[in-house]
């Protein structure tokens, strides 16, 4: 009897022997919640990023929002932010009270555009909330020309290099998510990043509620145990390695796509790419992007539509031309570091005999 090969997961963590490792002698220490693995791990993402420090925290949300509270965001300040991404900054924007104001993308990188965010300024802009998607940064020399803080949002890219600039490095503050499929991962969690110590302990205050000398109304409890940080700071030792990974599968979905008719990701003149995401183009003859999802899952390959709802779709929001086309055209290949070679050439195999033709 033959068995047919395993569906192709579109994402994985990758965890193995390292991590029940580092999880067995959390648990043989009896600290599992916040403790000294979490201050290792704060100090290892800030080794990485090359800032003064981390806060941790229990998600990515949860790091906007403190990310969002230590700037000095206030109900009735704006917040501008791309439609093209999930729900998580719309989500922390509204929790801090502000007001967010919904803005469109550039064609190629999917990233935030420096020209709609300068329309939408005004004077009660506080702060622009900067994803980098998919592994490529944001034109972060067109928005800090723009002279309001950045928050950057590292959660789907760490590593990439903007006019010389690692991401995480240049706005005012950073955030990341280690949800479970991200570039490094702890199950759930975030970090809240920055140069600026006095913004770090204003947000080091905020995650946590007991033995503050004031009682503070907005703290909360948004901390990480060292059980999660004990997977981060595993993680973090085979970042590189993950992201040699990475950059291999893409090299080998680029040459295998060169022939179709699929359009490959473009990376603009001085940004690099880490490949969080293999995101192709697909010509409008190929098909909506949900068909060609059934038809690549019939193959054994799962895919996805990279951002799940625009924001403005949500809301009723007219006035996202690209975002709109990126939504409609946009499809999300597997890559992550556990996939093997073979899945790889299956995944190639799939997509090439059904979108080439
Ligand atoms: C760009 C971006 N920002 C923020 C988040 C929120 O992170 P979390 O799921 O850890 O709350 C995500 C999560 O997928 C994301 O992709």
């Keep these: 009897m033959t068995t047919s090969p395993s569906v192709i997961l579109h994402s994985r963590p990758t965890v193995g022997s390292d991590e029940l490792q580092a999880l067995t002698s959390v648990i043989g220490s ?21 800032v003064a420090g981390g806060v941790a925290v229990s998600s990515g949300t949860a790091a906007l929002e403190v990310a969002l509270k230590a700037l000095g965001v206030t109900p009735g300040d704006e917040v501008i932010l791309p439609s093209y991404v999930c729900a998580a900054p719309w989500l922390a924007v509204v929790r801090v009270g502000a007001q967010p104001k919904i803005v469109d993308i550039e064609p190629d990188s999917y990233a935030i555009d420096p020209a709609a965010v300068k329309k939408a300024l005004s004077a009660r802009t506080s702060a622009i909330i900067v994803p980098h998607l998919f592994g490529l940064p944001a034109d972060l020399t067109g928005l800090q020309s723009l002279g309001v803080p ?44 920055s140069h600026d110590q006095s913004l770090l302990e204003r947000a080091r205050a905020l995650r946590e509620y007991d033995e503050e000398p004031a009682l503070d109304d907005r703290a909360f409890n948004y901390k990480m ?88 779709r949500y809301r009723d929001l007219a006035g996202c031309p690209v975002t709109e086309e990126a939504f409609a055209q946009a499809l999300s290949l597997p890559i992550y570091p556990s996939m093997t070679d073979e899945e790889v050439a299956r995944t190639i195999q799939a997509v090439t005999e059904e979108l080439s033709e």
């Design 30 to 50: 009896g600290q599992l919640s916040q403790g000294p693995r979490v201050e290792e791990f704060e100090q290892g993402m800030a080794a990485l990023l090359g």
């Design 150 to 193: 950045l928050i950057e949002d590292c959660a789907q890219t760490l590593g990439a290099i903007e006019a010389g600039r690692q991401v995480g490095t240049v706005g005012a503050v950073t955030v990341c998510s280690f949800y479970a499929t991200k570039l490094l991962c702890t199950g759930e969690g975030g970090m809240v990043l």
């Design 225 to 312: 145990t060292d059980l999660q940080a004990a997977l981060g700071i595993s993680q973090l030792s085979r970042f590189r390695s993950f992201l040699e990974r990475r950059s291999e599968i893409a090299a080998a979905y680029r040459t295998a796509f060169s022939s179709t008719r699929l359009g490959l990701p473009v990376v603009p003149s001085g940004r690099s790419h880490v490949f969080y995401r293999f995101v192709v183009r697909l010509s409008r003859n190929i098909g909506s992007a949900a068909s060609v999802i059934a038809r690549l899952e019939q193959r054994g390959v799962q895919c996805r539509c990279p951002v799940f709802r625009p924001l403005h």
